[in-house]
């Protein structure tokens, strides 16, 4: 007997093998089905650390080895930037940084108006690393 698994019991599990530190798993996740970045901004939305930690390792790592699919999150991620609280803009911010694109640069640049000081002094940084 096949059993489906939810879309949010999905995100639930990719949380919780991040917050155990398995990025590797999530990785090849991400790398099979690219349906995932579509996910990101709300696998941000987590109050442990370590989740959040684990999206940027992960994308540190897919874009070193796996580059070609990481726009796909962008929308996501930027839509974090718009609704999310200011550790998930912090976030998001900071990924939109390692995508580097253009196109997630310009989200970094959008975020130079925010209302966090945080959060603008994340973009900053990233402006200041990428630019």
Known sequence: ??????????????GD??????VENIFEMFK??????DWVGE???DERF???????VLFEELKSQHPQDL???????????????SYVRGEA???LGIIGSPEALEGV???LGDVSPQVVEIAMDVLGDCE
């Open 1 to 14: 007997m096949k059993t489906e698994v939810s879309d949010d019991e999905l995100k639930a599990v990719i």
């Open 17 to 22: 093998f991040l917050e155990m530190g398995h």
């Open 32 to 37: 099979r089905e690219p349906l995932y970045y």
């Open 43 to 45: 696998i941000l939305d």
């Open 50 to 56: 370590n989740v959040r930690l684990g999206i940027s």
């Open 71 to 85: 726009s796909l999150a962008i929308p996501s991620l930027l839509q974090a930037i718009e609704s999310g609280p």
């Open 93 to 95: 911010v900071s990924v």
């Open 109 to 111: 640049r959008r975020a």
